[in-house]
């Protein structure tokens, strides 16, 4: 069974820190998303990395694929309390369906 | 362009009987999901339909789950009899073709008493 694990869980940060959202597994993914959720609300899709090494920016938030594409993360500068939410990175899976594997997640709060 | 509709959003029913689901996905995407959601965690993959046939129920629990996709459009999720671990959230996306970006409807919270 492929497993994505995240890390840290939890996390509480004041506006205008930095933070690293980490997301590990042991198999490999041919490509991944990160998604925010929040309370109330489905998930919507921030990115998808698709090679190894692969970097993506969008505005404050840094997103990184692994070279081996096994892990992923997610690098927010200066959060804003609008950055609160719910972190969910998906790898797709190689064989078979082709399905997404969701992680474990990561809560963030963000404190004015 | 209208969203992924989910229907109802909340719902409480004591533990044996039986509840349904219903999604209406986006106008056009073939590929449907439904996932269960755990409080505190990230979604499970219960079932994905490629129009209205079935691609992934390898982790559907089939003896109380079942869900169908009728005319390769609605479709809607089952449970019966319901246990008090079914609590949850139920989410229900849609694609194109494939595994590509997956739109989320708001979902299903799911309280068994």
């Known amino acids: 069974t492929q497993l994505l694990e995240q890390s840290p869980q939890f996390l509480s940060i004041q506006e205008g820190e930095n933070l690293t959202v980490y997301c590990n597994s042991s198999s490999v993914f041919s490509s991944l998303q990160w998604y925010r959720q929040e309370p109330g609300e489905g998930p919507v899709l921030l990115v998808t990395?698709?090679?190894?090494?692969e970097v993506k920016k969008l505005k404050r938030l840094t997103f990184q694929f692994g070279d081996a594409r096994k892990d992923s993360s997610l690098h927010i500068t200066a959060a804003q309390t609008g950055d609160t939410g719910l972190y969910l990175c998906?790898?797709?899976?190689?064989?078979?369906?082709?399905?997404?594997?969701f992680g474990t997640g990561t809560r963030l709060k963000v404190l004015a | 362009e209208a969203g992924v509709a989910q229907s109802p959003r909340y719902k409480i029913i004591e533990k044996r009987q039986s509840v349904a689901f219903w999604c209406n996905p986006i106008?056009?995407?073939?590929?449907l999901y439904w996932y269960q959601q755990i409080l505190g965690q990230g979604p499970k993959l219960l079932i994905q339909f490629q129009n209205n046939g079935v691609v992934d129920d390898s982790q559907l629990p089939k003896d109380r789950f079942s869900a169908e996709r009728l005319k390769g459009v609605d479709s809607t999720l089952k449970i019966q009899p319901a246990k008090l671990e079914d609590s949850a959230v139920y989410l229900c996306?849609?694609?194109?073709?494939?595994?590509?970006?997956?739109?989320f409807g708001p979902g299903t919270r799911l309280t068994v008493t």
């Open positions: 990395v698709v090679t190894g090494g």
């Open positions: 996306a849609s694609s194109t073709t494939g595994p590509g970006e997956q739109y």
């Open positions: 106008s056009g995407h073939a590929t």
């Open positions: 998906a790898g797709r899976t190689t064989s078979g369906t082709y399905k997404y594997i």
